[in-house]
């Protein structure tokens, strides 16, 4: 069993990004410009759910592709531009409500964005009903993205978000660090395992499950101790990228600070590792569990999650 190096999937990665569906890149950075969008001129899920927002507003037949109609309609000055946020995000945001007292409803101003994996499986509705039922207190995040089953391959959760509280609200998500930071901080969690480790030609969990190869990456250097971890999907990256966008204007969090300045300057490993100014509260920014917690592994540096936080 054969893992491919990072390269060949961020290859992979970067093909799935620039699927424009028949349409020029130019007219996609035209559109995203004309929607108010960032101008990646790619066609990812939130420019087509925002080209689906326009189409419903003005009459035009729904399908979230940027057809002849759409942009003759949308590049002229005739166009109902009327949306907001919300409108942007509806089609790709499920609510999924956790009971009110397992979270803090209790709306605080937000400066950190925090990314975590569940170090766990890919269905994010059992992380969810995981939380409501479990004792351990008020933990948990606003947002899951559901990914792959790394044993059966099954992709059916995969790129789904939920939103189970409203990030206005919070939880403790990132253990023994100041409460501050818990307060004015949105955590974001991927479902994913984590890292894995190799024993007679197969890759195991720290569960015990074997992963398929096909969902292991070799970063190519050791992350706290491990090579081999199980890959974030395309998929989710691909959301977790416009999620992102979508809390930091929201909210007012720079996609800079942190871990895209940490990347401008040092290597992954180096980026996404513990550092005193994050767990000081002096970085108020994207930051990792790892950025705060030396003993945590959510998330590591794979190289088309490098990718997109350097392309914010």
Known sequence: ???????????????????????????????????????????DPLTEAAVKNFQLKNSLPATGQLDASTKELLFSNEADLTTDLTDRYSSFIQNYPLP??????????????????????????????????????????????GGINPKTGDDSYDGVILKCF???????????????????????????????????????????????????VDLGFTFRGYRYWQRYSDKQIQ????????????????????????LQHMSPKDAFEYFDEAVHGEIKGILSHTSVRKDKFDVFPQDNLVDMILSL
Request: proline share 3%.
């Open 1 to 43: 069993m054969q893992v491919l190096p990072q390269n060949i999937f961020l290859n992979f990665h970067r093909a799935i990004y620039s699927k424009t569906m028949g349409t020029s890149g130019s007219d996609i950075i035209h559109a995203q410009k004309v929607l108010h969008l960032h101008s990646t001129g790619v066609y």
């Open 100 to 145: 009110e007292e397992q979270y803090l409803k209790s709306p605080t101003k937000k400066e950190y964005l925090f990314l975590h994996h569940t170090a766990g499986w890919n269905n994010p509705y059992r992380v969810v009903d995981l939380w409501a039922t479990d004792t351990v207190g008020r933990i948990g995040t606003p947002f899951i993205i």
């Open 166 to 216: 409203d990030d206005e609200y919070y939880a403790w998500h990132l253990g023994n660090v100041d409460r501050y930071m818990h307060k004015h901080s949105i955590g974001i969690e991927i479902c994913n395992f984590g890292w894995v480790v190799k024993k007679d030609n197969h890759f195991y969990t720290y569960a015990n499950t074997i992963v398929d190869p096909k969902y292991v």
């Open 239 to 262: 959301v977790l990228r416009d999620l992102i966008i979508h809390l930091t204007e929201k909210h007012g969090i720079s996609t800079y600070i942190g871990l895209q300045e940490r």
